[in-house]
Protein backbone atom coordinates (compact mmCIF):
# COMPACT_ATOMS: atom_id res chain seq x y z
CA UNK A 1 0.00 0.00 0.00
CA UNK A 2 2.95 2.46 0.55
CA UNK A 3 4.52 1.69 -2.69
CA UNK A 4 0.62 3.25 -4.09
CA UNK A 5 0.83 6.25 -2.10
CA UNK A 6 4.53 7.15 -2.38
CA UNK A 7 3.66 6.61 -6.53
CA UNK A 8 0.63 9.06 -6.36
CA UNK A 9 2.87 11.22 -4.24
CA UNK A 10 5.94 11.41 -6.41
CA UNK A 11 3.21 12.16 -9.52
CA UNK A 12 2.12 15.56 -7.41
CA UNK A 13 4.83 16.44 -7.57
CA UNK A 14 5.23 17.05 -11.37
CA UNK A 15 6.90 20.28 -12.12
CA UNK A 16 4.92 21.20 -15.48
CA UNK A 17 6.54 23.86 -17.73
CA UNK A 18 6.27 26.93 -20.12
CA UNK A 19 7.29 26.34 -23.80
CA UNK A 20 10.48 27.84 -24.45
CA UNK A 21 11.48 29.13 -27.66
CA UNK A 22 14.17 26.20 -28.59
CA UNK A 23 15.54 22.99 -27.64
CA UNK A 24 18.39 21.18 -28.11
CA UNK A 25 15.78 17.96 -28.83
CA UNK A 26 12.17 18.10 -29.55
CA UNK A 27 10.26 14.66 -29.23
CA UNK A 28 6.46 14.69 -30.73
CA UNK A 29 4.11 12.47 -28.95
CA UNK A 30 4.42 12.00 -25.08
CA UNK A 31 3.58 8.05 -24.47
CA UNK A 32 6.03 5.17 -23.68
CA UNK A 33 8.39 5.55 -26.63
CA UNK A 34 8.50 9.88 -26.74
CA UNK A 35 8.62 9.83 -22.66
CA UNK A 36 11.52 6.95 -22.32
CA UNK A 37 13.76 8.46 -25.51
CA UNK A 38 13.57 11.51 -23.00
CA UNK A 39 14.39 9.63 -20.32
CA UNK A 40 17.31 8.08 -21.26
CA UNK A 41 18.81 10.80 -22.72
CA UNK A 42 18.58 12.72 -19.70
CA UNK A 43 19.65 10.22 -17.53
CA UNK A 44 22.21 8.10 -19.78
CA UNK A 45 23.62 10.66 -21.82
CA UNK A 46 23.18 14.22 -19.70
CA UNK A 47 21.39 15.48 -22.59
CA UNK A 48 18.28 17.71 -20.55
CA UNK A 49 17.36 20.41 -22.89
CA UNK A 50 14.34 18.24 -24.26
CA UNK A 51 10.71 18.86 -24.11
CA UNK A 52 8.40 16.08 -25.23
CA UNK A 53 5.04 17.62 -27.04
CA UNK A 54 1.98 16.31 -26.77
CA UNK A 55 -1.28 16.66 -28.34
CA UNK A 56 -3.51 14.97 -25.65
CA UNK A 57 -2.10 14.22 -21.89
CA UNK A 58 0.64 11.87 -21.60
CA UNK A 59 -0.31 8.46 -21.87
CA UNK A 60 -3.58 8.97 -23.74
CA UNK A 61 -3.22 7.94 -27.36
CA UNK A 62 -1.88 4.40 -27.87
CA UNK A 63 0.20 3.60 -24.68
CA UNK A 64 -3.36 4.28 -22.69
CA UNK A 65 -4.76 1.67 -25.23
CA UNK A 66 -3.38 -1.27 -25.58
CA UNK A 67 -3.00 -4.61 -23.60
CA UNK A 68 0.23 -4.34 -21.88
CA UNK A 69 1.74 -7.50 -23.31
CA UNK A 70 5.14 -8.29 -22.85
CA UNK A 71 7.15 -10.98 -24.46
CA UNK A 72 9.77 -11.65 -26.66
CA UNK A 73 9.10 -14.52 -28.98
CA UNK A 74 9.09 -13.25 -31.95
CA UNK A 75 10.28 -15.14 -35.59
CA UNK A 76 13.27 -13.55 -37.00
CA UNK A 77 16.70 -13.40 -35.06
CA UNK A 78 17.18 -9.69 -34.94
CA UNK A 79 13.59 -8.94 -33.93
CA UNK A 80 13.81 -11.52 -30.45
CA UNK A 81 17.19 -9.67 -29.81
CA UNK A 82 15.85 -6.57 -29.38
CA UNK A 83 12.38 -7.91 -27.73
CA UNK A 84 14.51 -9.48 -25.59
CA UNK A 85 16.60 -6.60 -24.52
CA UNK A 86 13.24 -4.64 -24.43
CA UNK A 87 12.22 -7.56 -21.70
CA UNK A 88 15.59 -7.64 -19.81
CA UNK A 89 15.18 -3.52 -19.19
CA UNK A 90 11.56 -4.01 -18.39
CA UNK A 91 12.54 -6.56 -15.25
CA UNK A 92 14.71 -4.11 -14.26
CA UNK A 93 12.75 -1.15 -14.36
CA UNK A 94 11.08 -0.72 -10.98
CA UNK A 95 14.79 -0.29 -9.35
CA UNK A 96 15.99 1.84 -12.31
CA UNK A 97 12.82 3.98 -12.24
CA UNK A 98 12.14 3.83 -8.45
CA UNK A 99 8.39 2.94 -9.20
CA UNK A 100 6.18 0.27 -9.02
CA UNK A 101 5.07 -0.85 -12.11
CA UNK A 102 2.87 -3.36 -10.94
CA UNK A 103 5.02 -6.00 -13.38
CA UNK A 104 4.23 -9.57 -13.62
CA UNK A 105 5.78 -12.24 -14.92
CA UNK A 106 2.57 -14.61 -16.42
CA UNK A 107 3.84 -16.79 -19.53
CA UNK A 108 2.16 -16.89 -22.94
CA UNK A 109 0.84 -19.81 -25.02
CA UNK A 110 0.23 -19.46 -28.90
CA UNK A 111 -2.24 -22.26 -29.38
CA UNK A 112 -2.23 -23.77 -32.55
CA UNK A 113 -5.48 -26.20 -34.31
CA UNK A 114 -3.49 -26.93 -37.44
CA UNK A 115 -0.59 -28.77 -38.84
CA UNK A 116 0.93 -26.25 -40.34
CA UNK A 117 0.39 -23.35 -37.41
CA UNK A 118 2.21 -26.34 -34.92
CA UNK A 119 5.33 -26.29 -37.89
CA UNK A 120 5.37 -22.75 -37.16
CA UNK A 121 5.17 -22.47 -33.66
CA UNK A 122 8.13 -25.34 -33.82
CA UNK A 123 10.27 -23.47 -36.16
CA UNK A 124 9.32 -20.22 -33.84
CA UNK A 125 10.61 -22.08 -30.56
CA UNK A 126 13.80 -23.29 -32.07
CA UNK A 127 14.46 -20.24 -33.36
CA UNK A 128 14.04 -18.63 -29.89
CA UNK A 129 16.12 -20.84 -28.59
CA UNK A 130 19.23 -19.97 -30.91
CA UNK A 131 18.51 -16.30 -30.66
CA UNK A 132 18.54 -16.23 -26.55
CA UNK A 133 14.66 -16.87 -25.45
CA UNK A 134 13.09 -19.81 -24.18
CA UNK A 135 9.72 -20.49 -25.94
CA UNK A 136 9.12 -24.41 -25.89
CA UNK A 137 6.67 -26.82 -27.61
CA UNK A 138 3.82 -27.80 -25.74
CA UNK A 139 1.17 -30.92 -25.97
CA UNK A 140 -2.85 -30.15 -25.26
CA UNK A 141 -2.36 -31.66 -22.13
CA UNK A 142 0.49 -29.62 -20.80
CA UNK A 143 -1.65 -26.53 -22.69
CA UNK A 144 -4.79 -27.91 -20.22
CA UNK A 145 -2.42 -27.94 -17.10
CA UNK A 146 -1.00 -24.55 -17.40
CA UNK A 147 -4.62 -22.89 -17.41
CA UNK A 148 -7.34 -25.95 -16.49
CA UNK A 149 -10.24 -23.20 -18.20
CA UNK A 150 -9.13 -24.60 -21.34
CA UNK A 151 -11.77 -26.13 -23.61
CA UNK A 152 -9.36 -28.40 -25.66
CA UNK A 153 -11.83 -29.60 -28.21
CA UNK A 154 -12.68 -25.34 -29.25
CA UNK A 155 -16.35 -25.92 -28.57
CA UNK A 156 -16.11 -28.57 -30.63
CA UNK A 157 -14.84 -26.88 -33.77
CA UNK A 158 -11.34 -25.95 -33.05
CA UNK A 159 -9.60 -28.70 -31.60
CA UNK A 160 -6.46 -27.53 -30.43
CA UNK A 161 -2.83 -29.81 -31.52
CA UNK A 162 -0.76 -28.39 -29.34
CA UNK A 163 1.43 -24.82 -28.75
CA UNK A 164 4.69 -22.87 -28.04
CA UNK A 165 4.77 -21.65 -24.48
CA UNK A 166 7.17 -18.87 -23.80
CA UNK A 167 7.76 -18.31 -19.91
CA UNK A 168 8.91 -15.01 -19.68
CA UNK A 169 6.18 -13.20 -21.28
CA UNK A 170 4.52 -10.57 -19.01
CA UNK A 171 2.03 -7.78 -18.35
CA UNK A 172 3.00 -4.28 -16.54
CA UNK A 173 0.26 -1.19 -15.97
CA UNK A 174 0.18 1.18 -18.80
CA UNK A 175 -0.07 4.29 -16.95
CA UNK A 176 2.47 3.61 -14.64
CA UNK A 177 4.85 2.98 -17.07
CA UNK A 178 4.30 5.79 -18.77
CA UNK A 179 4.16 8.13 -15.81
CA UNK A 180 7.03 6.45 -14.51
CA UNK A 181 9.28 7.73 -17.59
CA UNK A 182 7.50 11.41 -17.60
CA UNK A 183 8.24 12.20 -13.58
CA UNK A 184 11.93 10.50 -14.11
CA UNK A 185 12.68 12.46 -16.96
CA UNK A 186 10.88 15.47 -15.65
CA UNK A 187 13.04 15.63 -12.57
CA UNK A 188 16.18 15.98 -14.80
CA UNK A 189 14.61 19.00 -16.34
CA UNK A 190 12.94 17.03 -19.13
CA UNK A 191 9.89 19.64 -20.47
CA UNK A 192 6.67 18.04 -21.38
CA UNK A 193 3.99 20.15 -22.93
CA UNK A 194 0.83 18.78 -23.02
CA UNK A 195 -2.39 19.88 -25.08
CA UNK A 196 0.44 20.89 -27.65
CA UNK A 197 -0.66 19.61 -31.13
CA UNK A 198 1.95 19.93 -33.44
CA UNK A 199 0.28 21.38 -36.92
CA UNK A 200 3.84 21.16 -39.11
CA UNK A 201 7.23 21.28 -39.43
CA UNK A 202 9.68 23.79 -39.88
CA UNK A 203 12.09 23.11 -42.52
CA UNK A 204 15.05 25.40 -43.74
CA UNK A 205 17.17 24.32 -46.98
CA UNK A 206 16.00 20.69 -46.40
CA UNK A 207 16.58 20.50 -42.85
CA UNK A 208 14.15 20.26 -39.82
CA UNK A 209 14.58 22.79 -37.25
CA UNK A 210 11.62 22.71 -35.61
CA UNK A 211 7.83 21.80 -35.03
CA UNK A 212 5.08 24.37 -35.52
CA UNK A 213 2.41 24.62 -32.32
CA UNK A 214 -0.80 26.55 -32.57
CA UNK A 215 0.55 28.60 -30.07
CA UNK A 216 4.23 29.59 -32.01
CA UNK A 217 7.06 27.50 -33.22
CA UNK A 218 9.65 25.71 -31.31
CA UNK A 219 13.04 25.51 -32.85
CA UNK A 220 14.99 22.35 -32.20
CA UNK A 221 18.31 20.51 -33.03
CA UNK A 222 16.74 17.43 -34.02
CA UNK A 223 12.93 16.43 -34.01
CA UNK A 224 11.76 12.83 -33.24
CA UNK A 225 8.40 11.50 -34.35
CA UNK A 226 7.35 9.14 -31.41
CA UNK A 227 3.43 9.31 -32.65
CA UNK A 228 1.39 6.60 -32.37
CA UNK A 229 -1.02 6.34 -35.72
CA UNK A 230 -0.92 10.24 -37.28
CA UNK A 231 2.72 9.45 -38.57
CA UNK A 232 2.24 9.82 -41.81
CA UNK A 233 0.70 12.75 -41.38
CA UNK A 234 3.69 14.04 -39.25
CA UNK A 235 6.40 12.87 -41.85
CA UNK A 236 4.63 14.20 -44.69
CA UNK A 237 5.74 17.73 -43.06
CA UNK A 238 8.98 16.51 -43.58
CA UNK A 239 8.32 15.50 -47.20
CA UNK A 240 9.05 11.86 -45.97
CA UNK A 241 6.45 8.95 -47.24
CA UNK A 242 6.56 5.95 -44.93
CA UNK A 243 5.77 1.91 -45.34
CA UNK A 244 3.12 2.68 -43.29
CA UNK A 245 -0.61 1.72 -43.05
CA UNK A 246 -3.17 3.17 -39.93
CA UNK A 247 -5.17 0.35 -38.53
CA UNK A 248 -7.93 0.94 -35.77
CA UNK A 249 -7.04 -2.10 -33.13
CA UNK A 250 -10.21 -2.97 -30.73
CA UNK A 251 -10.05 -4.42 -27.47
CA UNK A 252 -12.53 -5.52 -24.40
CA UNK A 253 -12.65 -5.95 -20.50
CA UNK A 254 -15.50 -7.65 -18.64
CA UNK A 255 -16.29 -7.85 -15.30
CA UNK A 256 -14.45 -9.43 -12.57
CA UNK A 257 -13.99 -13.34 -12.57
CA UNK A 258 -13.26 -14.77 -9.22
CA UNK A 259 -11.02 -17.53 -10.68
CA UNK A 260 -7.53 -17.68 -11.04
CA UNK A 261 -6.57 -17.08 -14.55
CA UNK A 262 -2.31 -16.45 -14.17
CA UNK A 263 -1.24 -16.84 -17.77
CA UNK A 264 -1.90 -15.22 -20.96
CA UNK A 265 -3.74 -17.08 -23.23
CA UNK A 266 -3.32 -16.67 -27.59
CA UNK A 267 -4.55 -18.35 -30.34
CA UNK A 268 -2.93 -18.48 -33.66
CA UNK A 269 -6.02 -19.72 -35.70
CA UNK A 270 -8.57 -17.35 -33.78
CA UNK A 271 -6.38 -14.59 -33.37
CA UNK A 272 -7.77 -13.44 -30.12
CA UNK A 273 -5.71 -13.49 -26.91
CA UNK A 274 -7.08 -13.36 -23.16
CA UNK A 275 -5.59 -12.20 -19.84
CA UNK A 276 -6.32 -11.00 -16.61
CA UNK A 277 -6.15 -7.76 -15.04
CA UNK A 278 -4.62 -6.73 -12.02
CA UNK A 279 -8.33 -6.28 -11.16
CA UNK A 280 -9.55 -9.81 -12.13
CA UNK A 281 -11.43 -8.40 -15.22
CA UNK A 282 -10.74 -10.34 -18.68
CA UNK A 283 -8.79 -8.50 -21.21
CA UNK A 284 -9.77 -9.54 -24.76
CA UNK A 285 -7.87 -8.59 -27.92
CA UNK A 286 -8.13 -9.69 -31.43
CA UNK A 287 -6.69 -8.54 -34.59
CA UNK A 288 -6.76 -5.11 -36.19
CA UNK A 289 -9.54 -4.05 -38.46
CA UNK A 290 -9.18 -4.88 -42.01
CA UNK A 291 -9.44 -0.92 -43.36
CA UNK A 292 -7.08 1.81 -42.38
CA UNK A 293 -9.00 4.10 -40.74
CA UNK A 294 -7.74 7.51 -38.05
CA UNK A 295 -11.25 6.53 -36.60
CA UNK A 296 -10.95 5.57 -32.80
CA UNK A 297 -14.90 4.40 -33.17
CA UNK A 298 -15.37 0.85 -31.80
CA UNK A 299 -17.88 -1.73 -33.48
CA UNK A 300 -20.05 -3.85 -32.44
CA UNK A 301 -18.94 -6.34 -34.93
CA UNK A 302 -15.82 -6.20 -33.42
CA UNK A 303 -18.07 -7.53 -29.81
CA UNK A 304 -19.77 -10.16 -31.86
CA UNK A 305 -16.68 -11.78 -33.74
CA UNK A 306 -14.24 -11.62 -30.77
CA UNK A 307 -16.78 -13.03 -28.08
CA UNK A 308 -17.51 -15.54 -30.21
CA UNK A 309 -14.06 -16.81 -30.92
CA UNK A 310 -12.73 -16.66 -27.21
CA UNK A 311 -16.09 -18.64 -25.96
CA UNK A 312 -15.03 -21.58 -28.06
CA UNK A 313 -11.82 -21.51 -26.24
CA UNK A 314 -12.52 -20.80 -22.81
CA UNK A 315 -16.11 -21.57 -22.13
CA UNK A 316 -16.04 -19.96 -18.73
CA UNK A 317 -16.43 -16.16 -20.41
CA UNK A 318 -19.82 -17.18 -21.46
CA UNK A 319 -21.27 -15.90 -18.16
CA UNK A 320 -19.05 -12.87 -17.90
CA UNK A 321 -20.15 -9.13 -19.00
CA UNK A 322 -18.68 -7.36 -21.47
CA UNK A 323 -17.78 -4.39 -19.29
CA UNK A 324 -16.15 -1.64 -21.78
CA UNK A 325 -14.06 -2.07 -25.28
CA UNK A 326 -12.11 1.01 -26.83
CA UNK A 327 -9.77 1.61 -30.31
CA UNK A 328 -6.61 2.83 -30.69
CA UNK A 329 -4.67 3.46 -34.29
CA UNK A 330 -1.92 1.73 -34.76
CA UNK A 331 1.02 2.20 -37.44
CA UNK A 332 1.18 -1.11 -39.34
CA UNK A 333 4.36 -1.29 -41.66
CA UNK A 334 4.54 -3.16 -44.71
CA UNK A 335 6.60 -5.72 -43.25
CA UNK A 336 5.22 -5.69 -39.78
CA UNK A 337 8.48 -5.26 -37.66
CA UNK A 338 9.32 -1.34 -36.44
CA UNK A 339 10.92 1.44 -38.41
CA UNK A 340 13.33 3.28 -35.91
CA UNK A 341 15.83 6.29 -36.92
CA UNK A 342 17.31 8.51 -39.55
CA UNK A 343 15.15 9.53 -42.28
CA UNK A 344 16.81 10.62 -45.28
CA UNK A 345 15.65 14.25 -43.86
CA UNK A 346 18.40 16.31 -41.53
CA UNK A 347 17.17 16.82 -38.27
CA UNK A 348 14.02 14.46 -38.55
CA UNK A 349 14.12 10.90 -37.06
CA UNK A 350 11.58 9.09 -36.61
CA UNK A 351 10.66 5.48 -34.34
CA UNK A 352 7.27 4.10 -35.69
CA UNK A 353 5.81 1.21 -36.48
CA UNK A 354 5.04 0.00 -33.96
CA UNK A 355 1.69 -1.41 -35.15
CA UNK A 356 0.41 -3.45 -32.44
CA UNK A 357 3.39 -4.57 -30.45
CA UNK A 358 5.02 -1.00 -29.33
CA UNK A 359 4.44 -1.31 -25.43
CA UNK A 360 6.91 -4.41 -25.01
CA UNK A 361 8.92 -2.37 -27.20
CA UNK A 362 9.11 0.98 -25.09
CA UNK A 363 12.17 0.32 -22.67
CA UNK A 364 14.90 -0.79 -25.80
CA UNK A 365 12.92 1.36 -28.14
CA UNK A 366 13.26 4.40 -26.16
CA UNK A 367 16.82 3.66 -24.75
CA UNK A 368 17.94 2.88 -28.36
CA UNK A 369 16.95 5.81 -30.34
CA UNK A 370 18.61 7.55 -27.14
CA UNK A 371 21.50 6.81 -28.32
CA UNK A 372 21.05 6.95 -31.83
CA UNK A 373 20.40 10.77 -31.25
CA UNK A 374 23.35 11.42 -28.71
CA UNK A 375 25.69 9.68 -30.74
CA UNK A 376 24.66 9.88 -34.22
CA UNK A 377 25.17 6.73 -34.78
CA UNK A 378 22.72 4.02 -35.37
CA UNK A 379 23.37 1.39 -32.44
CA UNK A 380 23.85 -2.37 -33.45
CA UNK A 381 20.00 -3.10 -32.26
CA UNK A 382 18.71 -0.65 -33.89
CA UNK A 383 20.66 -1.56 -37.57
CA UNK A 384 18.01 -3.80 -39.01
CA UNK A 385 15.24 -1.81 -38.36
CA UNK A 386 16.14 1.37 -40.09
CA UNK A 387 13.89 2.94 -42.60
CA UNK A 388 15.68 2.23 -45.74
CA UNK A 389 15.46 -0.87 -45.61
CA UNK A 390 13.19 -0.66 -48.12
CA UNK A 391 15.30 0.52 -50.52
CA UNK A 392 17.54 -2.26 -49.88
CA UNK A 393 15.57 -5.24 -49.97
CA UNK A 394 16.26 -6.08 -46.69
CA UNK A 395 13.12 -5.85 -45.14
CA UNK A 396 12.44 -7.34 -41.61
CA UNK A 397 9.18 -9.68 -42.36
CA UNK A 398 7.44 -11.01 -39.33
CA UNK A 399 3.90 -11.15 -39.70
CA UNK A 400 3.38 -14.00 -38.35
CA UNK A 401 4.58 -12.56 -34.64
CA UNK A 402 3.16 -9.24 -35.13
CA UNK A 403 -0.44 -10.17 -35.77
CA UNK A 404 -2.40 -9.80 -33.43
CA UNK A 405 -0.22 -7.92 -30.07
CA UNK B 1 -20.07 0.80 -38.49
CA UNK B 2 -19.05 1.31 -41.60
CA UNK B 3 -21.49 0.81 -45.16
CA UNK B 4 -20.41 0.41 -48.50
CA UNK B 5 -22.84 0.94 -51.33
CA UNK B 6 -22.15 -1.75 -54.14
CA UNK B 7 -23.45 -0.88 -57.36
CA UNK B 8 -24.90 -4.30 -57.77
CA UNK B 9 -26.02 -5.48 -53.95
CA UNK B 10 -26.70 -1.81 -52.66
CA UNK B 11 -26.33 -0.92 -48.99
CA UNK B 12 -24.27 -3.61 -47.26
CA UNK B 13 -21.93 -3.83 -44.08
CA UNK B 14 -18.21 -3.67 -44.47
CA UNK B 15 -17.43 -7.23 -43.17
CA UNK B 16 -19.00 -8.30 -46.64
CA UNK B 17 -15.82 -6.52 -48.28
CA UNK B 18 -12.30 -6.89 -49.05
CA UNK B 19 -10.49 -4.03 -48.45
CA UNK B 20 -8.27 -3.46 -51.29
CA UNK B 21 -5.83 -0.87 -50.85
CA UNK B 22 -5.63 2.77 -51.69
CA UNK B 23 -5.68 3.94 -55.32
CA UNK B 24 -2.65 6.03 -56.20
CA UNK B 25 -0.54 6.36 -59.22
CA UNK B 26 3.20 6.68 -59.34
CA UNK B 27 4.65 10.29 -57.51
CA UNK B 28 5.88 12.42 -60.10
CA UNK B 29 7.94 14.61 -57.62
CA UNK B 30 10.47 11.46 -57.46
CA UNK B 31 12.35 11.58 -60.48
CA UNK B 32 15.04 8.50 -59.68
CA UNK B 33 13.63 5.63 -61.14
CA UNK B 34 14.94 2.94 -59.01
CA UNK B 35 13.82 5.51 -55.61
CA UNK B 36 10.39 5.84 -57.55
CA UNK B 37 9.47 1.62 -57.94
CA UNK B 38 10.54 1.64 -54.09
CA UNK B 39 7.90 4.28 -53.65
CA UNK B 40 5.33 2.35 -55.39
CA UNK B 41 6.21 -1.35 -54.28
CA UNK B 42 6.66 0.03 -50.58
CA UNK B 43 5.29 3.13 -49.39
CA UNK B 44 1.87 4.67 -49.10
CA UNK B 45 0.06 7.82 -48.99
CA UNK B 46 -1.93 6.96 -45.66
CA UNK B 47 -4.12 9.73 -45.92
CA UNK B 48 -5.63 11.74 -42.86
CA UNK B 49 -8.86 12.83 -44.43
CA UNK B 50 -10.60 11.94 -47.82
CA UNK B 51 -8.57 9.04 -49.71
CA UNK B 52 -9.55 6.89 -52.60
CA UNK B 53 -9.39 2.87 -52.76
CA UNK B 54 -10.32 -0.23 -54.54
CA UNK B 55 -12.87 -2.74 -52.74
CA UNK B 56 -13.92 -6.10 -53.56
CA UNK B 57 -17.40 -7.27 -52.52
CA UNK B 58 -15.74 -10.54 -51.70
CA UNK B 59 -19.08 -12.15 -49.51
CA UNK B 60 -21.57 -10.51 -52.67
CA UNK B 61 -21.27 -9.75 -56.07
CA UNK B 62 -17.08 -10.39 -56.29
CA UNK B 63 -16.80 -7.45 -58.31
CA UNK B 64 -14.23 -4.80 -57.40
CA UNK B 65 -15.26 -0.62 -56.83
CA UNK B 66 -13.82 2.48 -56.35
CA UNK B 67 -15.13 4.81 -53.60
CA UNK B 68 -14.00 7.67 -51.97
CA UNK B 69 -13.48 7.85 -47.91
CA UNK B 70 -12.94 9.65 -44.99
CA UNK B 71 -10.51 8.01 -43.00
CA UNK B 72 -11.38 10.39 -40.24
CA UNK B 73 -14.78 9.74 -39.24
CA UNK B 74 -14.55 6.51 -41.20
CA UNK B 75 -17.44 7.66 -43.69
CA UNK B 76 -17.77 6.74 -47.62
CA UNK B 77 -18.60 10.00 -49.10
CA UNK B 78 -18.88 8.52 -52.55
Not at chain 1, 176 to 192: D, E, I, P
Not at chain 1, 230 to 243: D, F, K, Q, Y
Amino acid sequence: MSEQVDFVERRARLQWHEPKPAYDVVIIGGGGHGLATAYYLATRHGITNVAVVEAGYIGSGNSGRNTTIIRANYGIPEAVRFYQHSLDLYQTLEDDLDCWSMYETKGIMWLAQTETQMRAERARSLLNLASGTETQMITPLEAKALCPQLDLSGGGRYPVLGGSYHPAAATARHDRVVWAYASGAMRLGVHVLQHTKVTGLVREGGRVTGVETPTGSISAGVVLSAVGGRVSTIAAHAGVRLPIRTHPLQAFVTNSYEGEFPGIVSDTELLCYVSQTERGQMLVGAEYDAQPSYSQRSSFSFLQHTAAKVTHLLPFMRDLRILRQWTGICDISADFSPIMGETGVDGFLVTTGWGTWGFKAIPAGGEQMAQLIATGRTPALLEPFRLDRFASDHTMADPGSAGTH
Amino acid sequence: MLWIICPNCGRRPVEEYRFGGELRGFAESITDPVARDVDYVWMYDNIEGITTERWFHAAGCRRWLTLRRDTITDTVIA
